[in-house]
Every structure is written in C-alpha cells, then in structure tokens.
Antibody, heavy 118, light 110 residues
C-alpha cells in the first residue's frame, strides 16, 4: 500500500532554515511527480511546490519562490523541502502528496507541523 | 495565483443532498478539465474524492458527484450521512505546472 511519511518539522525562529523529508513506499516513487501542500492552523490548503518524477523540473507557489527548494532522491525514495528565510506566516502543517497528473494528488502523508516563532 | 472561491459553510439534513461550488477563472477551472475535490476530517490528511471534474477514485461512494459549468465546478453529496461531515476543498490545474486550491467548505450534517 502507498505510504508517505513526513518528518523534520518543529519550532524554528524567523529567518532560520528548516528541512522536511517525505519517505515514500508501496509504489514506484521514481515514476511519479510529487507535491508539497501546506495548511496553516485553522486555514485551507495551499499548494507549495511540485517536482517532476525525474527531478528535472520544479515549480513553486509565488509565496515561497526563492525561499523554498523542492528536491528528491529516487534512490532513497525520498522527497525533500528545504525552507530558508522562514516567516511567521509559513507556520503550517506540511503535507507531501503524490501527483497523479495535472495537479491531482491521490495519496497524502499525515503531515508535519512547522512552527515559525521567536 | 488567487485561491478558488468556495462558500465557507454548507449544511444539509441526513438523507438530503447538498452542493458545494468552486469558482475560478478561465485560467484555471474554466480552462481545464482537471478539477479535483478532497475531503478532510479534523486532524486528518485530505482524501481525494473526485478528479477530472466528475470521476471517482476506487472506493469512493457514488453519492459523491462532480460537475463543471464555465468557471465554476460543483461537488454534490447525495443521501447525506453523518460521516460526510468534514471540510471539502476543490483544486484545479492552473497551467504551467501550477495548482490552485479553494478556500474550503465546512459541511455540517444536521
């Protein structure tokens, strides 16, 4: 069965960096694009980034462009999100999700909470 | 990228039907057939329930249906059940490998 498990969340000060990981299993990871989607406390879902199956193309929401970097290691079946220059408004649960084509996310992880606070 | 517009709340009695709208623009909802809907219970990850406007993944009850007209997509839940009480989100492909979500609708089953 498809499993996505995020890790790396925690409390970080504004301006500091933090990295998230998403371990994938139960499917051919290298065949699928992957998303990061976040949800601020009590708020809706916000798409953050997409990486193609081979890692050669990456796309970002305007709100994180230039600060966040999505990457993957297909040999380790792992997706990453490097977040730099964090802001209070980046506080959210970050989900990784499998892309099944044109933005459709058919499987999601359980999420990892990132809190940006001084 | 502006969020798609959904009503903040919707409600219906058990056994009845409710429809949730999702309004975008010709650059997202109106321009592509790639609208999806997700159900999210409190403290849980979202679950895909509709994709490509009206298709259901395996295991999703046929009480859930989707449609689209112009720049507005809709999710209809028929025969409401207590377990349908949740938050519902639409999303759409927005071109250039970008994705946009709706603000979410809290569905209450009375």
């Amino acid at each position: 069965q498809v499993q996505l498990v995020e890790s790396g969340g925690g409390v970080v000060q504004p301006g500091r960096p933090l990295g998230l990981s998403c371990a994938a299993s139960g499917f051919s990871f290298s065949h699928y694009g992957m998303h990061w989607v976040r949800q601020a406390p009590g708020k809706g879902l916000e798409w953050v980034a997409l990486i193609w199956y081979d890692g050669n193309d990456k796309y970002y929401a305007d709100s994180v462009k230039g600060r966040f970097s999505i990457s993957r290691d297909n040999s380790r079946n792992t997706l990453y999100l490097q977040m730099n220059s964090l802001r209070v408004e980046d506080t959210a649960v970050y989900y990784c999700a499998r892309d099944d084509g044109y933005g459709r996310s058919d499987f999601w992880g359980q999420g990892s909470l990132v809190t940006v606070s001084s | 990228q502006s969020a798609l517009t959904q009503p903040p709340s919707a409600s219906g009695c058990r056994g009845q039907s409710v429809t949730i709208s999702c309004t975008g623009t010709s650059s997202d909802v109106g321009g592509y057939k790639y609208v999806s809907w997700y159900q999210q219970h409190p403290g849980k990850a979202p679950k895909l329930i509709i994709y490509e406007v009206s298709k259901r993944p395996s295991g999703v009850p046929d009480r859930f249906s989707g449609s689209k007209s112009g720049n507005t997509a809709s999710l209809t839940v028929s025969g409401l059940q207590a377990e349908d009480e949740a938050d519902y989100y639409c999303n759409s492909y927005a071109g250039s490998n970008k994705v946009v979500f709706g603000g979410g609708t809290k569905l209450t089953v009375l």
